[in-house]
């Protein structure tokens, strides 16, 4: 009903998409995947912003029939089509269940989040619900505005709605969320924000630690070479000289200090990447 209603209803909506998901292993002859497949309804490219490569996308006769089809990503169609064969027309199984592949979407690359956009499934969303989840809700919609001056309208326009639907009192709370981009890219620039703001503390800290390391060795090796020192004056050498000499001293081992640090940072960030699957990004600002 709410989908329904929403359709209907909306005016600041251009298109609608339900979205429920479900994890699967993909098997493709010897060739497995892990990947997570999502019912959608048709719109959902759009919405998004993806585009087909090769083949075509699911329709409406395929949501209303259940149809077993799928539009799968560049990821999952390298992992699973190893020998250079077409995807398209070919039959790939979720667990036992098997789906024919009739679109492939070009690549998209990594999100913000360092997350594969082309390592995705999709399908009729009514198919992932009976075939696939046996369930009748959905996890979610996915909608685009008119135009982006109307995002706001459109979230407001949602919201009351769903908010009539579910029969929610005026001053109660809402059962549901809505979530334009603006405010995922808000909340993103908060946590960006924190983080560096943590970073620049711990950075500070360690720069302050490492000072009085350096103070403390160089306090040491003035403590140790009095005699060289003395000898040093002996033979004409001013206070300056001296202090220029141990200022150098203090400079280049703070210099070799953070060339090392800033390597060892470098190697232990990509052995991390590697091992997580994050993207290694070396920053020049």
Not at 86 to 98: A, H, K, L, Y
Not at 123 to 143: D, E, G, W
């Amino acid at each position: 009903k709410d989908y329904n209603d929403l359709l209907a209803k909306s005016k600041y909506v251009a298109e609608i998409s339900p979205y429920v998901g479900s994890s699967a292993q993909l098997v493709y002859g010897s060739n497995n995947h892990p990947c997570s497949i999502s019912g959608v309804a048709p719109c959902y490219l759009e919405i998004r912003k993806y585009e087909l490569e090769s083949g075509i996308m699911f329709g409406d006769n395929d949501i209303k029939r259940y149809s077993k089809v799928c539009v799968i990503g560049q990821t999952v169609a390298e992992s699973l089509f190893t020998n250079g064969e077409n995807p398209i027309g070919q039959t790939i199984r979720f667990g036992s269940i098997p789906t024919k592949v009739i679109g492939v979407l070009k690549s998209k690359g990594e999100n913000q989040m360092g997350q594969d956009q082309d390592d995705i499934v999709f399908a009729p969303y009514t198919t992932v619900q009976k075939r696939f989840m046996a369930v009748t809700h959905f996890n979610m919609f996915y909608a685009s505005a008119i135009s982006e001056e109307d995002s706001e309208n459109a979230a407001t326009e949602i919201t009351h709605i769903l908010r009539a639907n579910h029969k929610i009192a005026d001053g109660a709370e809402d059962d549901f969320d809505v979530r334009t981009q603006e405010e995922l890219l808000e909340t993103m620039s908060s946590i960006s924000e924190l983080l560096t703001v943590l970073l620049a503390a711990i950075a500070s800290i360690s720069l302050v630690v490492g000072g009085i390391g350096i103070m403390n060795i160089m306090y040491v090796t003035v403590t140790e070479r009095t005699k060289e020192i003395g000898l040093r004056m002996a033979i004409g050498a001013q206070n300056s000289d001296i202090l220029l000499q141990f200022l150098s001293e203090s400079i280049i081992l703070s210099l070799i200090g953070g060339i090392i640090g800033i390597l060892f940072g470098l190697l232990l960030s990509y052995i991390i990447s590697l091992f997580l699957n994050w993207p290694y990004i070396v920053s020049n600002s």
